[in-house]
């Protein structure tokens, strides 16, 4: 992974001669830092203000592709007339379309269920919570003691797995947290494709930067497509990114630099 503040020489003429840069944008990590609880992580406004100018430029598509549900990713950015991919992907919609694959929604009742085995299980442990985000949970932890992290992870993962012959959940681990999703080849990586798809590939470049393992189908897709891929954090996870920047702050200093750049 090379810093990609010492690269702008190689990105931007790929940037310059592409129809439109297709910006993808993962939300915790990536353009805030990772608060103590999913409420807490709010987008400043100027970071807001930085991602308007860009969905106003005619050089780029805006996408923000997150974990977290759909209604609740766009609340927190806020802004009309660009893509959103929600549930990891499961759930997107811009102003071209919108699409959830059929099967994820049949598995509603059976999340429901799960959910419900899980809260009895963890009943009493401390600093844990269930995020029901209507096609996936998150079971998170950042809030337990540093000490008990390890054992209480396993009890996590030993209550999930006691409800995996419901119906053979895909479990990712995240930061401090671990997802609980449907059995369906669908991901960030397959939100890309299908956005890029209908936004009019070829032509477009995808740019897409995250800052976790749960952002690698979409770092694979966009490599794959000769796009450009950006790692966001200090520490590095072996991830298929081909750029890094340090923090939320550094991309948003390159995003802020952008409109300006490729305008010229
Ligand atoms: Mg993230």
Known sequence: MHYLFNCWDEILPQIKTSDKAMLLLDYDGTLVPIAPSPDMARLSS?????LEEISLCAAFELAIISGRSLSDIKAL????????????????????GKFTPPAAVKFRPLLEIVEQRIEEQLAGVEGVFIEDKGLTLSVHYRLVQEPMVKEVR?????AIRSCMKEGNFK????????????PL??????????????????????????????????????????????????????????????????????????PGSCSL
């Not at 991919?85 to 919609?93: D, F, Q, T």
């Not at 479990?171 to 449907?182: A, M």
């Not at 798809?197 to 690698?216: K, Q, W």
Request: charged residues 25%.
């Open 171 to 182: 479990l990712t681990r995240g930061k401090k947290v671990i997802e609980i999703r449907p």
């Open 77 to 96: 950015v806020g802004l009309e007339d660009i893509a959103y991919a929600g549930n990891h992907g499961l759930e997107i919609e811009c102003p071209r």
């Open 46 to 50: 100027q970071t807001r203000g930085i």
């Open 185 to 258: 080849e669908w991901d960030k990586g397959k939100a890309i494709e299908w956005l890029l798809e209908i936004y009019g590939r070829p032509g477009n470049l995808p740019i897409f930067a995250g800052d976790d393992a749960t952002d690698e189908d979409g770092f694979k897709v966009v490599r794959k497509l000769g796009g450009i891929s950006i790692f966001v954090g200090r520490e590095i996870i072996p991830v298929s990114a081909d750029y890094y920047v340090n923090s939320p702050s550094e991309l948003c200093s390159w995003l802020a630099s952008l």
């Open 154 to 158: 396993n009890l996590i993962l030993k």
